[in-house]
């Protein structure tokens, strides 16, 4: 599955808000679900494409011209 620039900018909304620690991977699911954040939400149903988005964070970022808030 493809990390899109739409699920980065997602995690990075969630990311900024503080509500979850990241590591968090029910935390950020539970909030990815009630702000209907679909394309974060399926990415986080998956340890191995989560795993891969903290893995990749930095480059994703980069990648799509996001910035960190």
């Known amino acids: 599955m493809e990390i ?3 699920a980065m900018e997602q995690y990075e ?3 900024a808000s503080g509500i979850c620690n990241m ?3 029910n ?9 209907k954040f ?3 939400y399926k990415i ?3 340890r191995k494409e989560y795993g891969n988005l903290l893995e990749n964070f930095s480059v994703l970022m980069k990648k799509y011209g ?3 808030r």
């Open 38 to 40: 679909k394309e974060l």
């Open 44 to 46: 986080v149903q998956s």
């Open 23 to 25: 590591f968090d991977m």
């Open 27 to 35: 935390c950020v699911a539970t909030v990815s679900k009630k702000l």
């Open 13 to 15: 909304k969630v990311r």
């Open 66 to 68: 996001i910035k960190q």
């Open 4 to 6: 899109t620039k739409e």
